[in-house]
């Protein structure tokens, strides 16, 4: 495991360097603003009542 993570990061890191940090950004912000919008559905689903 560990090495297979070294290995995506090593490939990651030669991609934004050929590429730019356009890509490698830009998912890193989609997967983090669907994780806050899974996180907040996820705690204010717990707040519906229930009559």
């Known amino acids: ?3 297979i993570t070294a290995a995506w990061l ?3 890191a030669t991609a934004a ?3 730019g940090p356009g890509n490698l950004l ?3 912000l989609i997967v ?3 994780g ?3 996180t907040g559905w996820f705690l ?3 707040y519906k009542r229930k009559d």
């Open 36 to 38: 806050c919008v899974l």
């Open 44 to 46: 204010l689903r717990g």
């Open 1 to 3: 495991m560990e090495h």
């Open 26 to 28: 830009r998912v890193v």
């Open 32 to 34: 983090m603003v669907l």
């Open 10 to 12: 090593t490939e990651a």
């Open 17 to 19: 360097g050929r590429h």
